[in-house]
Each structure stands twice: as structure tokens, then as C-alpha cells.
């Protein structure tokens, strides 16, 4: 909580929305995968999402069995590699798509 007393708003409507706006685009964290290979580019599958914060990062896997904090993005694989697949770190995106049906359809060509 603030010590800070006003009684008028410092910002109008628009620009307190554009000061959080701000404030939300330059801590947000970076998206990551962590994506499991079986062999040699033969099969794989998401295993666990994460974020990287600026001092640490946070992943959960995909079907919730595992929590796990680090410092580096890079620490989790670790985590993830049991012998029978090897783990990679995959960054998602900024301009990905929010809502499942702004996606494109699976087997779409995403760069064409």
C-alpha cells in the first residue's frame, strides 16, 4: 500500500491504462516449452510450460504432476531428461495467438 495521499487522479482514464499497460509489457516474463525428442527427430511432445522472469523461472508440466523453480530457463531440462527422450527448451513466440480459435488448424503451414 502506498503513503502517497491524493485526492484527485495523477492520469487520466487513457494514459493510467497506457502506465499499466506499460508496466505489464516490460516485467511480463518470456513463454517457454519444454519439448521431449524419442530418437532422433522421430517423435516428441510438449511435456511443461514455463516462465522466465528476469531472477528466476517457473514451469509446470502439462499433465500437473511437476512444479518446478529455477534460476535459468536452461536448469528444468534436467528435470525432464529420464534416459528414454532428450529434453529441449523451446521459446514460444510473442505474436502467438491467445484464443485456441485464432490458432491455425493442425498441419497448417504457420509461415506460409
Not at 96 to 101: A, G, H, V
Amino acid at each position: 500500500m502506498s503513503d502517497h495521499i491524493t485526492t484527485e487522479p495523477l492520469w487520466d482514464e487513457r494514459g493510467f491504462a497506457a502506465f499499466l499497460r506499460g508496466l505489464v509489457e516490460d516485467d511480463a516474463p518470456r513463454l517457454f516449452a519444454v519439448g521431449l525428442e524419442y530418437g532422433e527427430r522421430h517423435d516428441a511432445h510438449v511435456a511443461a510450460y514455463g516462465m522466465a522472469f528476469e531472477d528466476h523461472t517457473e514451469v509446470i508440466s502439462c499433465d500437473g504432476s511437476l512444479r518446478v523453480q529455477t534460476v535459468r530457463p536452461e536448469d528444468v531440462l534436467r528435470h525432464f531428461d529420464d534416459g528414454s527422450a532428450k529434453a529441449r527448451l523451446l521459446w514460444l513466440s510473442e505474436s502467438l495467438p491467445t484464443k485456441p480459435s485464432e490458432r491455425a488448424p493442425q498441419g497448417a503451414d504457420r509461415d506460409a
